[in-house]
């Protein structure tokens, strides 16, 4: 167990160390919106969703809108591989075009 502690602590002070990069702040911008509006982690949500909904379409207003264009792209890209992993025969999104091009 106190290894395990060990662990966990070294990789938030590495975590800290280093700038965060534009999913870490995705993933911090996604828990506090959750926190904010429902008082519930953004994995305690996961499951509910009208409150997802809700913390969703807070994080396009303001999150989403203030990436750079490179930034939203490489969000994108991630996601995907997340989603899909290597399958290039990916379901189309029918939101992708809009968040694309919503400058």
Do not use: W, Y
Request: aromatic share 2%; net charge neutral.
């Amino acid at each position: 167990m106190k290894i395990a502690h060990l662990v966990q602590k070294l990789e938030r002070l590495e975590a800290m160390a280093r700038p965060p990069s534009s999913m870490d702040r995705l993933q911090r911008a996604l828990n506090e919106a959750a926190v904010r509006l429902t008082g519930k982690a953004a994995n305690h949500i996961a499951h509910d969703d009208p409150a997802l909904d809700l913390v969703l379409n807070d994080l396009q207003e303001s999150f989403v809108r203030k990436l750079s264009d490179a930034d939203l792209a490489s969000h994108i890209t991630e996601l995907e591989r997340i989603a899909f992993g290597d399958n290039t025969t990916r379901p189309s999104c029918p939101g992708r075009n809009e968040i694309a091009m919503r400058s």
